[in-house]
């Protein structure tokens, strides 16, 4: 028959058990990562006696925690996802506080740029005003240097917090590799009892884990907990933790790449694979908006230089001599894969910088051709080479072998290059080399104006052009003007038709094109000459300052303005966009957090009521040892 004292010591342990349990939820209540844990009881079975089975008490037959598998996976994505969101926005948001600076910014010094080469076109001879030009100039120059080195600090950042985090990732595997071997061990000791405690640091350390890099998790029947990341790279595998570690770019030190060690001791590169966290926050904003944003601050760079340059090179400055660069030229960097195997090397110089894009272009040698991908928008054109594309002209020299390939950077860091390569103010080439004159002699209403040159061939004149006008240049009554120097031949001109002016233009000297208008008698002569004189000229002046508002970048839609409006508001648009994402997400991570707590976290009032209610079973328990003895003791004193 049971013991009814064997009954109550038992009932004793399970509800000491029930409060030791209790007590210890209420200890952890503040505790991150704890669940709340739960006794479970079970009857002991009864022994067969007169009138039937009498039970045997009562056992605990285990502790549960609070957990939800599906609900702590659901919590530890979407962290994943808030912490790629957030770091993102961050760093979006200090791109777009640089680049949109209004007092400081690019955009208010070209306004005081232009505004200085304004001033030198309404005074040319002056020099006060040139050197105020050219003080600007210079200012512009450092203001894109400036810009540069910043986005240039920003990746440096990127690169800090990716090995800060690839650390702390690696510490986290192998935390979660001991765990894993404490874990199987625990259950081993008492088999089929979880580690409730031990399982909670190591859900502790997947959510900080998950915080960094997205990961899947399988759990083997033992308890150990493998983790996969990327597509498919085994970071934890039993009580054994590979690594991550941090490298340099193919094609540039400073674009670092994350290498999976893979056990053999060869890497594997995963950047593109990674997903999720905060290490795939910070690869999308420096890949994407922050690339983004250099390679367009870079292609107005290169569009100022290239085309401020040319136009000055059509001008004459005050000495009578053909206008120089006013700012450096900018080469097209090449960057070559450092496991390049063959001799080949690759060229790129900018034939038309209006055709121009934002991007770079990956050249790869597949054995037969050459591939040239625009990483941009993904177009391919293959050939031997040489290419013409894009306004580039790239040519392609040695012997190349498969799985060669470069890295054409025609925008990348050009904002860095910028510097003045013009010091004095009398260089500065604020006339037009070619003038026109109209004889005194003329008896006609004919004139020509507007004489602009395109090119520097035959440049300075050596002799002048003279226009004679002819009823029957181009043939019995057909019209025009003889043209004497220069290129010699006939201009057809119309006075019934095109007096009210048309434009002619010239082959060779300078590529001229004027407007002849009116109505010119016979042998009435005009002439185009040298511009060696002219001190009072602003002509070139004029187009140097009108290329404030020109159209000529990205196939001659934009002006330098309209393509720095377009950087920042790109910018600004995928900022607000990212901490939109951001917000949406906080919300639904704030919901996962709640959901998993609900079922893991700690009830106090919950707590009280369970505390209450095993003291009030023990108390009941030990009641029922004092009766067992009262009724023992009472038998005893029947035999005395």
């Given at each position: ?9 038992s009932?004793?342990l399970a509800?000491q058990?029930?409060?030791?349990t209790t007590?210890h939820?209420i ?8 669940s709340r844990?739960e006794?479970?009881?079970g009857?002991r079975?009864?022994?067969p ?9 009562v056992e ?6 609070g ?8 919590y530890?994505?979407?962290t ?5 969101f957030g770091?993102?926005?961050?760093m979006?948001?200090r791109?777009d506080?640089?680049?949109?600076e ?5 955009a208010s010094?070209?306004e005081?740029?232009?505004a200085?080469?304004?001033?030198v076109?309404?005074?040319?001879s ?6 105020v030009f050219l003080g600007?100039?210079?200012a512009?120059a ?10 240039e ?10 090995e ?7 510490s986290?595997?192998?935390g ?6 404490d874990?199987?061990n625990?259950?081993?000791v ?5 580690p409730?405690?031990?399982?909670d640091?190591?859900d502790?350390?997947l959510?900080s884990?998950g ?13 150990v907990?493998n ?5 498919g790279q ?6 054994r933790?590979e690594?991550l570690?941090?490298?340099i770019?193919s094609f ?8 999976f060690?893979?056990v053999n001791?060869?890497q594997?590169?995963?950047?593109d ?7 795939q926050g ?16 870079g292609?107005?760079?290169m ?8 136009q000055h ?9 053909a206008?120089?660069d ?5 080469t097209v960097?090449?960057?070559e894969?450092y ?5 080949s090397s ?5 034939n038309?910088v209006s055709?121009?894009?934002?991007t770079?272009?990956?050249?790869y ?6 591939q040239l991908?625009?990483?941009?928008s ?6 031997a ?8 002209s790239?040519d ?7 799985g ?5 950077r025609p ?6 290059l910028?510097d003045?390569a013009?010091?004095?103010?009398a260089?500065?080439a604020?006339?037009a080399p070619l003038k026109?004159a109209?004889a005194?002699?003329n ?12 090119s ?10 003279t ?6 240049a181009g043939?019995?009554g ?16 119309d ?12 082959a060779g000297?300078?590529d ?5 208008s009116?109505?010119?008698?016979t ?11 002219g001190a ?9 300052a ?9 196939k001659s839609?934009a002006?330098y303005q309209d ?8 910018i ?5 966009q ?26 106090l009032?919950e707590?009280?009521a369970?505390?209450?209610?095993y ?5 009941a ?20």
């Amino acid at each position: 028959m049971p013991s009814v004292l064997n009954i109550a010591t038992s009932g004793l342990l399970a509800f000491q058990k029930g409060l030791a349990t209790t007590g210890h939820n209420i200890a952890n209540a503040s505790t991150e990562g704890y669940s709340r844990q739960e006794v479970r009881f079970g009857t002991r079975g009864g022994s067969p006696g007169e009138g039937g089975y009498v039970g045997d008490g009562v056992e605990t037959t285990e502790v549960l925690r609070g957990y939800d598998a599906y609900l702590a996976k659901e919590y530890r994505n979407s962290t994943s996802a808030y912490h790629q969101f957030g770091v993102y926005s961050t760093m979006a948001d200090r791109l777009d506080n640089l680049v949109a600076e209004q007092d400081r910014g690019l955009a208010s010094q070209f306004e005081r740029f232009f505004a200085a080469m304004q001033d030198v076109s309404n005074n040319p001879s002056s020099i006060p005003e040139r050197q105020v030009f050219l003080g600007e100039a210079s200012a512009l120059a450092a203001q894109f240097r400036y810009l540069d080195d910043s986005l240039e600090a920003l990746n440096d950042q990127v690169n800090e917090q990716l090995e800060l985090m690839i650390d702390e990732i690696n510490s986290i595997a192998i935390g979660i590799t001991n765990l894993n071997e404490d874990i199987s061990n625990a259950k081993a000791v008492v088999a089929g009892q979880d580690p409730n405690d031990l399982l909670d640091q190591r859900d502790k350390l997947l959510l900080s884990l998950g915080e960094k890099i997205g990961l899947v998790t399988s759990e083997q029947n033992d308890g150990v907990m493998n983790v996969i990341i990327g597509n498919g790279q085994p970071l934890v595998v039993g009580n054994r933790a590979e690594s991550l570690s941090v490298g340099i770019g193919s094609f540039d030190p400073v674009h670092k790449e994350i290498l999976f060690n893979r056990v053999n001791g060869g890497q594997t590169e995963v950047t593109d694979y990674l997903t999720g966290g905060a290490v795939q926050g910070l690869l999308n904003f420096r890949d994407g908006i922050l690339n983004g944003a250099r390679q367009q601050l870079g292609l107005l760079a290169m569009g100022v230089v290239e085309t401020f340059n040319a136009q000055h090179r059509l001008g004459v400055d005050l000495n009578g001599v053909a206008g120089g660069d006013v700012f450096d030229p900018i080469t097209v960097k090449v960057a070559e894969n450092y496991k390049n195997a063959g001799s080949s090397s690759i060229t790129a110089v900018v034939n038309d910088v209006s055709q121009v894009q934002p991007t770079d272009y990956r050249a790869y040698y597949d054995g037969t051709n050459w591939q040239l991908t625009n990483l941009l928008s993904g177009a391919v054109t293959q050939g031997a080479g040489p290419f013409d594309l894009d306004g580039l002209s790239i040519d392609i020299s040695g012997v190349a072998i498969e799985g060669d390939e470069f890295l054409i950077r025609p925008n990348f860091r050009s904002a860095s290059l910028v510097d003045m390569a013009m010091s004095a103010p009398a260089d500065l080439a604020a006339a037009a080399p070619l003038k026109s004159a109209d004889a005194l002699t003329n008896t006609g209403s004919g004139t020509l104006a507007s004489v602009a040159v395109t090119s520097t061939q035959d440049l300075p004149l050596v002799a002048d052009i003279t226009f004679t006008f002819n009823p029957d240049a181009g043939g019995a009554g057909v019209p025009g003007f003889n043209v004497t120097g220069g290129p010699g031949g006939v201009l057809l001109y119309d006075t019934a038709t095109d007096f009210s002016g048309k434009t002619l233009t010239l082959a060779g000297y300078g590529d001229p094109s004027f407007v002849m208008s009116g109505v010119p008698e016979t042998n009435d002569t005009f002439t185009l000459s040298g511009n060696a004189g002219g001190a009072g000229d602003n002509r070139n002046a004029m187009l140097l300052a009108g290329l404030q508002t020109k159209t000529t970048l990205l196939k001659s839609t934009a002006s330098y303005q309209d393509m720095f409006a377009t950087t920042v508001s790109d910018i600004g648009i995928q900022t607000r966009q990212s901490q939109q994402s951001l917000a949406t997400q906080t919300v639904l991570n704030n919901q996962a957090e709640g959901a998993h707590k609900a079922k893991s976290g700690v009830n106090l009032d919950e707590e009280a009521a369970n505390l209450l209610r095993y003291q009030q079973s023990y108390q009941a328990a030990a009641k029922v040892i004092t009766v067992a003895d009262e009724m023992f003791q009472a038998l005893l004193n029947a035999f005395r």
